[in-house]
Antibody, heavy 120, light 107 residues
Framework: QVQLKESGPGLVQPSQTLSLTCTVSGFSLTSYNVHWVRQPPGKGLEWMGRMRYNGDTSYNSALKSRLSISRDTSKNQVFLKMNSLQTDDTGTYYC??????????????WGQGVMVTVSS | DIQMTQSPSSISVSLGDRFTITCRASQDIGNYLSWYQQKPEKSPKLMIYRATNLEDGVPSRFSGSRSGSDYSLTINSLESEDTGIYFCLQHKQYPLTFGSGTKLEIK
């Protein structure tokens, strides 16, 4: 069955770099797009960026200067790196995939999320 | 960027009542709109895709519709398990953008 699971540090110091991994199973990264979405505590959802099935990436312009998304298809993993973290980057980070192959669509499977706290 | 204006922000509804949430898109998004339910401490769950299509396993009391640039999620005959926060998402154009959310509580 389809699964996505985020992993990474729960605590990051201000100005440091966040590194998260999304490990997927039950589908191929070369057929489906994978997105990163985050949610500050008690607030709404923000789309961060996408790893396309063909390896292309798209980023939220508000984060583009700090954000990088990459992948390792042999390990079924998508990576997120974001530098210069500040306290307002605190929140839950999700990876999720498009519902259909080879296109952008609604997001049907989500990881459980990983809570990241930016604090010294 | 396409702005999604969602209303209401919160509402308390009686069991068995009908309830509608609306998202208005700032630009044409065709029917590239989906709805999600989020329970506390849980990941969002896809409820409706392409504006009007019920995701597998979602109860038939949920439905989606469109009128111009307004997209609506309706819950007929509200049940206690329907509480949570509901979000819309446009996936017509990057960056993808979410509505601000509607918190649904039982009266």
């Amino acid at each position: 069955q389809v699964q996505l699971k985020e992993s990474g540090p729960g605590l990051v110091q201000p100005s440091q770099t966040l590194s998260l991994t999304c490990t997927v199973s039950g589908f191929s990264l070369t057929s489906y797009n994978v997105h990163w979405v985050r949610q500050p505590p008690g607030k709404g959802l923000e789309w961060m960026g996408r790893m396309r099935y063909n390896g292309d990436t798209s980023y939220n312009s508000a984060l583009k200067s700090r954000l990088s998304i990459s992948r390792d298809t042999s390990k079924n993993q998508v990576f997120l790196k974001m530098n210069s973290l500040q306290t307002d980057d605190t929140g839950t980070y999700y990876c999720t995939r498009d519902r259909r192959m080879y296109t952008t669509d609604s997001l049907d499977y989500w990881g459980q999320g990983v809570m990241v706290t930016v604090s010294s | 960027d396409i702005q999604m204006t969602q209303s209401p922000s919160s509402i308390s509804v009686s069991l068995g009542d009908r309830f509608t949430i609306t998202c208005r898109a700032s630009q044409d998004i065709g029917n590239y709109l989906s709805w999600y339910q989020q329970k506390p401490e849980k990941s969002p769950k896809l409820m409706i895709y392409r504006a009007t299509n019920l995701e597998d396993g979602v109860p038939s009391r949920f439905s989606g519709s469109r009128s111009g640039s307004d997209y609506s999620l309706t819950i007929n005959s509200l049940e206690s398990e329907d509480t949570g926060i509901y979000f819309c998402l446009q996936h017509k154009q990057y960056p993808l953008t979410f509505g601000s959310g509607t918190k649904l509580e039982i009266k």
